[in-house]
């Protein structure tokens, strides 16, 4: 007896296999990749990634016989659009590509910024997928209107496992066109933007049960029972799920290429002044509660930027030899404070700043600066990135307790102490690293009956593996460098845009 999570991400796609104990029998991965046909265009082929779907599906059907349900997770924003038979008409806009950032004005020009904030969720960006159809309706309209289906991929995938058009409230929030507390559609705001909502999937709870893996998609994929697919979500509230996040204040910290810390909210926590920093409010798994997300989208990149560009000769070396090069980044990092500043923007910022056209900024470089001081300077960088989103956070009466990380860049115990000095509070790693996968594993199981309730599953099966303490003066000596770190931002700022 077991389930499925299938977590459709950027890169590729993969699927875990879970017991009804929480533990991972069995794990596929395909890559794909996103593309860019010109100049700040990114995007993303909806029939790769369910050729890929398909590939992962294939394999796990033919090591495991006994899976009953599965779900999925995907992110967000990106549209996929189907014609009458059910053909994608183009690839699809991904969130930081830079088509929709026109139609902000025209959407402030027919709505207010704080009511739409108030009704979706949302602050007003040109991530999503609003301003994409948007975008798609003014340049590509033949292509929007020949849309019969407007999805996301999450349910874009349930589609063609299950021929029903479902989405889970979590990932619908994300085309900034939800009425989160009414759970609906926000439709007098959508046609007030000249956008159709009838196109869209019919709205659900992730863990409602949809339908079962057609009859022809099973033979083809070799399954040999009946597979319930049930409701999953937005990647970054299942994971959190997952990682036993699910009461108020509870958070998790996801490290990989880019870094988002997701944190449960009350009903009552939404702030106004969410808003103003690019907080969102998303709604979570379980009923009137939400979440609320600050990421950076350079954190590990701004690491890989550092082997690439400092280290390349020796992580060539290294990988030829199969040895572990970032283990040994850590072993060579000073072990105090670096007296650098480093600005983790090399990707462009997430929250509070969203801003894709600035860069990264290194300061402080002498005569005796180190390559192992610069490492350190890069991860401490990356922790006071996320510290300055957990200080604008409380400045809105949103504080968290202690943190849960979790991903790839979770695994080096010299980031996960510094992390831990910086934001001066415990640092949990879990035993599982795939909080993704666990998190529709709970949702499958609660789906079929198999457990009593989403909350104390998601808390038994997030095992703590080590806990980082924070060292008093360590923290001390970044809260000092914290100041200076908040300036740099708005100083580079002034100097591109000519305000100096």
Known sequence: MAYIGLDVGTAGCKASVM???????????????????????????????????????FYIAE????????????????????????????????????????????????SDREKVQQLTGMPINPMYSANKLMWIKKHKKETYDDAVKIMLFGDYITYMLTGEAVVDF?????????????????????????????????????????????????????????????????????????????????????????????????????????YAHNFCCEPFVLKDRFITLAFNTSSGTSIKWYRDCI????????????????????????????SLLFLPHVAGSGTPYMDASMGGALLGIRMGST??????????????????????????????????AVGGASKSSRLMQIKADIMNREIKTLTSEESGTVGLGILCGYALGDYKDIESTAKLFAKTQKTYLPDSSSAMI???????????????QRIWKGNI
């Open 371 to 404: 390559k192992e001081q610069i490492y350190r300077a890069v991860l401490e960088g990356i922790c006071l990135e996320m510290m300055l989103n957990i200080e604008l956070l409380s400045s809105c009466g949103i504080d968290l307790k202690d943190l849960t």
């Open 478 to 492: 970044y809260k000092e460098k914290l100041e200076p770190y908040m300036r740099i931002y708005p100083a580079l």
């Open 311 to 338: 280290e390349r000769e020796r992580a060539a070396e290294y990988g030829l030899s199969g040895k572990n090069f970032f283990a040994e980044l850590d072993k060579e990092c000073v072990d105090s404070p670096s």
């Open 170 to 274: 979590s990932l619908a929030s994300r085309t900034m066109l939800l009425d989160i507390r009414q759970e609906t559609w926000a439709d007098e705001f959508a046609d007030s933007l000249g956008l159709d909502t009838r196109r869209f999937s019919r709205l659900t709870r992730s863990g409602t049960p949809i339908a079962y893996l057609s009859s022809h998609l099973s033979a083809e994929l070799g399954f040999e029972g009946k597979v319930l697919v049930v409701a999953g979500g937005h990647d970054q509230p299942l994971a959190a799920l997952g990682a036993g996040a699910v009461y108020a204040g509870d958070s998790v910290d996801g490290m990989g290429s880019s870094e988002c810390i997701t944190l449960v909210l009350n009903k009552d926590a939404i702030s106004p002044q969410m």
């Open 63 to 110: 090591e495991h016989k006994d899976i009953r349900a599965l779900a999925i997770a995907s992110f967000g924003e990106a549209v996929v659009l189907l014609d009458k038979n059910n053909n994608v008409l183009d690839k699809s806009i991904y969130y930081s590509d830079i088509r929709g950032s026109e139609e902000v004005s025209d959407i402030l020009a027919v």
């Open 19 to 57: 017991d009804s104990s929480g533990a991972i029998l069995a794990y596929k991965y395909q890559e794909y990749k996103l593309t860019s046909p010109k100049e700040g265009y990114v995007e993303i082929d909806a029939r790769i990634v369910w050729e890929s779907v398909k590939k992962v599906l």
